[in-house]
C-alpha cells in the first residue's frame, strides 16, 4: 500500500505565504514525477507545478514567479513553496505522485487527500 499525506494548508490573507508539504510512505520502490494540483470549487482540477526525480520543474503560468516545487527524495515528500498569494489561489490543493509499488510492474498515480488553502482580499 502506498500513501500520500498532504499538510500545511491554511487561511492567509492576500500577499501572504504558505508552504504546503506532502510525504508519500507505503511500500515503495520507486518514485518518479511528484506534482501538485488544485481545484476551485465548480472548476476542473489543474496543475499548479511538477517536479521529476532529477528535479526538473515545470509550472502553471499563473503561479509562475510565486510558486516554487522542490523535493526530498531521501524523503519522498514533496513542497510547495506559495508566494505572494491571491484570493484566486484558493481551492484545495492535491499532492500527486507516480511511484512504482515494491511487487508493481509499472508505475501508477496516486493522489492525496488534498489540503485547503484558503486566500482572503
Known amino acids: 500500500q502506498v500513501q500520500l499525506v498532504e499538510s500545511g494548508g491554511g487561511l492567509v490573507q492576500a500577499g501572504g505565504s504558505l508552504r504546503v508539504s506532502c510525504t508519500a510512505s507505503?511500500?515503495?520502490?520507486?518514485?518518479?514525477?511528484m506534482g501538485w494540483y488544485r481545484q476551485a470549487p465548480g472548476k476542473q482540477r489543474e496543475l499548479v507545478a511538477g517536479?521529476?526525480?532529477?528535479?526538473?520543474?515545470n509550472y502553471a503560468d499563473s503561479v509562475k514567479g510565486r510558486f516554487t516545487i522542490s523535493r526530498d527524495n531521501a524523503k519522498n515528500t514533496v513542497y510547495l513553496q506559495m508566494n505572494s498569494l491571491k484570493p484566486e489561489d484558493t481551492g484545495a490543493y492535491y499532492c500527486?505522485?507516480?511511484?512504482?509499488?515494491?511487487?508493481?510492474?509499472?508505475?501508477?498515480?496516486?493522489w492525496g487527500q488534498g489540503t485547503q488553502v484558503t486566500v482572503s482580499s
Open positions: 500527486n505522485a507516480e511511484i512504482r509499488a515494491w511487487g508493481g510492474y509499472a508505475a501508477r498515480a496516486y
Open positions: 507505503g511500500s515503495i520502490f520507486m518514485t518518479n514525477r
Open positions: 517536479i521529476t526525480s532529477g528535479g526538473n520543474t
